[in-house]
T-cell receptor, first 115, second 114 residues
């Protein structure tokens, strides 16, 4: 158990809909990262938050947005869903925003299926 | 362009045998290199983290090597077990623009057969 909690574990929805994925980082971790992993693909970085502020942005679509709340949990909002958005969405957390040698701990992921 | 390439794409070995997975990267500036194990449908789990000055790092039956000159890394698995069946992901960290960017390889899918 990495200590990173993601909900829901599975989600099935229809095209055009909107969903929210939630992540609680490990106790004491200030940084949260979101990744997308499509079938048989590598992890694609979406976005990073550190202590409530956006720190870095990757290949995140404009239909997607995220935020980190004062209690450090984070939510990833996916809207106007398309079939191609079906993927595993991972949240990871770390103690700082530097990752120079720090560990990155991943949650178990939220599997999104868009029909 | 920053890239991390892993080989082979997939590998099948018999239980008890050793194997070596390769990772070549073209990432600059280099901060560190990580190996993760990802069971199917699960989150990646860290195996090793190596900085520029480290050549070898072990974690049980897993030994990672790093050659920063040739920009190559390998992950050696000794006396494989069925539970080693997973994807192994090489990740290179680059510190640029004030933050660390992680570049993920596509992974090597390992299957250990009895």
């Amino acid at each position: 158990d990495s200590g990173v909690t993601q909900t829901p574990k599975h989600l099935i929805t229809a095209t055009g809909q909107r969903v929210t994925l939630r992540c609680s980082p490990r106790s004491g971790d200030l940084s949260v990262y979101w990744y997308q992993q499509s079938l048989d693909q590598g992890l694609q970085f979406l976005i990073q938050y550190y202590n409530g502020e956006e720190r870095a942005k990757g290949n995140i679509l404009e239909r997607f947005s995220a935020q980190q709340f004062p209690d450090l949990h984070s939510e990833l909002n996916l809207s106007s869903l398309e079939l191609g958005d079906s993927a595993l969405y991972f949240c990871a957390s770390s103690r700082t925003d530097r990752l120079s040698t720090g560990e990155l701990f991943f949650g178990e992921g939220s599997r999104l299926t868009v029909l | 362009k920053n890239q991390v390439e892993q080989s082979p794409q997939s590998l099948i070995i018999l239980e008890g045998k050793n194997c070596t997975l390769q990772c070549n990267y073209t990432v600059s500036p280099f901060s560190n290199l990580r190996w993760y194990k990802q069971d199917t449908g699960r989150g990646p789990v860290s195996l090793t983290i190596m900085t520029f000055s480290e050549n070898t790092k072990s974690n049980g039956r897993y030994t990672a090597t790093l050659d920063a000159d040739t920009k190559q890394s390998s992950l050696h698995i000794t006396a494989s077990q069925l539970s080693d069946s997973a994807s192994y992901i090489c990740v290179v960290s680059s510190f640029s623009g004030g933050y660390n960017k992680l570049i993920f390889g596509a992974g090597t899918r390992l299957a250990v057969h009895p």
